[in-house]
């Protein structure tokens, strides 16, 4: 054991405190000068800086916060796709709230046959072109990995969260608009995340806007995505 050993597996950081009341004061500079004819908008927003514990920026990173009393009253899109492009699933990570429909549209010219053995979600599309006719329904929480039982390269995650406040990193950075007023427990996953998913409570105020950043610790990527040059004849 060395002593990296003890430091904990992640960690945040508020650190715009002084940008927080900054841009409060910008925002409520032009509501108080319209104060008469537009109410006080009661949501906020945060963003994240999500990095290796290297402080690379990641992508494919999925930010949610969930209400820790009571439940969120909005809801996130109920449908989304997730295609076969080039024999690769296509996004590599996606969030969905719990109850999504998600099509799995084949865009190649070969037949694919989408599985997956996860606990929160086990499913399979027998060899298939086109869009198969019914959707798959994620309706637990948890990450969900997809794969192809013609194309083993071929991996996707479908990860279900049960809050319609989530976003996916790029470069490092995610953004989650319009939430409410309330004290929330702020959770970061990542397909490569060694360990328990981290988490961290927070407030957020009327108006306000946070900004955290968390520093995960992950395994490196596999580094073998695309086929073998034999594998091209399992088509
Ligand atoms: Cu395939």
Known sequence: MDDHAIIPLYHF???HYF??????????????AFAICAPLANAASIATTVTDKAN??????VVYVTPVSGTP????????????VNKEF?????????????????KDNIRHHVYSFSPAKTFELRLYSGT????????????????CNIH?????YVYVVDTPYFAKTAKGS?????????????????????????????????????????????????AVRKAAPSAESYK
């Open 73 to 84: 009253s909005s809801k996130a899109a109920r449908n989304a796709q997730l295609d076969q």
């Open 56 to 61: 690379v920026p990641l992508d494919d990173a």
């Open 90 to 106: 296509v996004p590599y990570v996606m969030a969905v709230q719990t109850g999504t429909s998600v099509n799995f549209p084949n």
């Open 132 to 147: 198969p006719s019914s959707p798959v329904i994620f309706d637990k929480p948890g990450p969900v990995v997809v794969g």
């Open 174 to 222: 995610a953004r989650i608009d319009s939430l409410p007023d309330a004290e929330y427990e702020l959770r970061v996953w990542h397909p490569q995340l060694r360990g328990a998913v981290p988490m961290q409570r927070i407030r957020i105020g009327p108006g306000g806007a946070a900004h955290y950043t968390i520093a995960l610790d992950i395994q490196p990527k596999p």
């Open 19 to 32: 940008w927080r009341i900054v841009k409060r004061a910008l925002v409520l500079l032009p509501i108080a």
């Open 152 to 156: 083993d390269w071929m991996v996707a």
């Open 13 to 15: 950081r508020l650190s």
